[in-house]
């Protein structure tokens, strides 16, 4: 199945749906990646931190190596770690996420989040003894875009742009770049919206990436909210929706973004549900679908990623919540 595409601003074509890979562990990325591409995704998000590169590279060259996928054909994403933020920072990152993945270029790279902490030998998230995260409080936005810029130039990146960043943050990158902002990936579902940056997004010609499209059960769970924050798949709303197009509320709760060009890239190690998760492209919701699913939204309160599992985290000056 060929997925949708949306332009980026250097003019390359980016699948609206992609494949997440956070909280996938070494040992089933393997089985789901190769499921994964062998169902059609073209588009692979990854970052240092998910602690899953190597294993991504490997299945890719094997890929490649055996001509059954182009290097062109796919879109590959990671991002500039937080303890990645200081000068020589983004290239030692990108230099080593390129190692990683046997690639010579990405497709587009991101600063994972506004926030850094110090760089502690390669622990990527340094605590101190009451385990708070170390912090460094010297995060410079701008260095750090033009660091970007700098990979864009070399050739090691085809595309730049943020993650986890505020509408504040962002217009002050957008204000001194002289690169596009190509990209935004934000915590973004049925529950949680996010109308107004993405509106704010498409003013900027900025595509929007939703991580946790599903509403990310896996964290919900390690957050011990289980009981607390409902499910959307469970939502009788998405269910209904569901039944009258003989589809799985996944597969509305996904569709709900991409008809409105909104990029999703669910997780899934399940081959079932991998191959679901881009069955996509062959119903269209309708207005009074799309109408019902809009009055889901529970805005921030329904954010599930809040950071708050790096404890300490909100006493960084560029905390972005
Ligand atoms: P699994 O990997 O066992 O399929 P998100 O992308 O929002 O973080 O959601 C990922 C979570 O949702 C994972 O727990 C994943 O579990 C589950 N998931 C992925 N696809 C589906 C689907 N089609 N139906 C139900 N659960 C899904």
Same mark, same amino acid.
């Given at each position: 199945m060929t997925a949708k595409t949306i332009t980026l601003p250097n003019g390359r074509n980016m699948p609206i749906l992609g494949f997440g890979t956070w909280q996938a562990t070494k040992e089933e990325l393997t089985a789901a990646l190769d499921n994964a591409l062998a169902a059609g995704y073209r588009h692979i998000d990854t970052a240092p931190v998910y602690?899953?590169?190597?294993?991504?590279?490997?299945?890719?060259?094997r890929w490649i190596h055996s001509g059954k996928i182009k290097r062109e054909d796919l879109f590959i994403v990671t991002k500039v770690p937080p303890t990645g933020h200081r000068p020589g920072g983004v290239s030692k990152w990108i230099d080593k996420s390129l190692n990683a993945l046997r690639l010579s270029y990405l497709d587009l790279y991101l600063i994972h989040t506004p926030f850094s902490f110090e760089e502690?030998?390669?622990?990527?998230?340094?605590?101190?003894?009451?385990?708070?995260?170390?912090?460094?409080?010297?995060?410079?936005?701008?260095?750090?875009?033009?660091?970007?810029?700098?990979?864009?130039?070399?050739?090691?990146?085809l595309a730049i742009g943020l993650s986890n960043f505020n509408e504040k943050q962002i217009t002050r990158v957008l204000s001194h770049a002289k690169q596009p902002v190509s990209n935004l990936q934000i915590e973004l579902h049925v529950y949680f919206q996010q109308k107004e940056m993405v509106s704010f997004c498409r003013k900027n010609n900025i595509?929007?990436?939703?991580?946790?499209?599903?509403?990310?059960?896996?964290?919900v769970k390690m957050l011990g909210q289980d009981e607390k924050i409902p499910?959307?798949?469970d939502n009788s709303v998405v269910i209904n929706i569901a039944k009258k197009h003989q589809k799985t509320s996944a597969q509305i709760a996904l569709k709900f973004l991409i008809q409105q060009n909104i990029v999703a890239i669910p997780k899934s190690t399940n081959p079932v549900r991998i191959q679901d998760?881009?069955?996509?492209?062959?119903? /269209? =919701?309708?207005?009074? #679908?799309?109408? /019902? =699913?809009?009055?889901? #939204?529970?805005?921030?309160a329904a954010r599930i990623c809040d950071f708050n599992f790096f404890k300490g985290i909100r006493n960084h000056p560029e905390f972005p919540f």
């Open positions: 602690e899953n590169e190597e294993v991504i590279g490997e299945v890719l060259e502690v030998g390669d622990d990527l998230h340094p605590k101190d003894e009451e385990g708070n995260i170390k912090i460094d409080t010297n995060t410079d936005h701008l260095a750090m875009w033009q660091e970007m810029e700098k990979q864009v130039a070399a050739g090691k990146t595509a929007v990436t939703a991580y946790s499209p599903l509403g990310t059960r896996g964290l499910s959307i798949m998760n881009i069955n996509l492209f062959d119903f /269209e =919701l309708d207005k009074e #679908d799309l109408k /019902e =699913l809009e009055s889901l #939204d529970r805005g921030t």
